[in-house]
């Protein structure tokens, strides 16, 4: 069984800062990317940044210049730096995991964002 905690959301101001944090734990054999998805009021969900096993980062658009994806072993961060009220959206963890047999995608359970105006 995999699990995915996240931690870290919480109100701030527009221009204000919040480090997201996902811990990966359970039986995997390793993992090949995981990443930051966010669902905002009435809107689909929507991948915000990537990074591989390998180190290689990407980022929707919108977020560029002002988040950054990095990853420690098992932990998966996302600094979010100079927020603006579009920000405010559930964030969801998600976690590619390779096994012998396959990969397959898990999810954390999300941890809510609010960027005031």
């Known amino acids: 069984q995999v699990q995915l905690v996240e931690s870290g959301g919480g109100l701030v101001q527009a221009g204000g800062s919040l480090r997201l944090s996902c811990v990966v734990s359970g039986k995997l054999f390793s993992i090949n990317a995981m990443g930051w998805y966010r669902q905002g009021p009435g809107k689909q969900r929507e991948l915000v940044a990537t990074i591989t096993s390998g180190g290689t980062t990407n980022y929707v658009d919108s977020v560029k210049g002002r988040f950054t994806i990095n990853n420690a072993k098992n932990t998966v961060y996302l600094q979010m730096n100079s927020l603006k009220p579009e920000d405010t959206a559930v964030y969801y963890c998600?976690?590619?995991?390779?096994?012998?047999?396959?990969?397959?995608?898990?999810w954390g359970q999300g941890t809510q964002v609010t960027v005031s105006s």
């Open positions: 998600n976690a590619d995991i390779q096994y012998l047999s396959g990969s397959r995608d898990y």
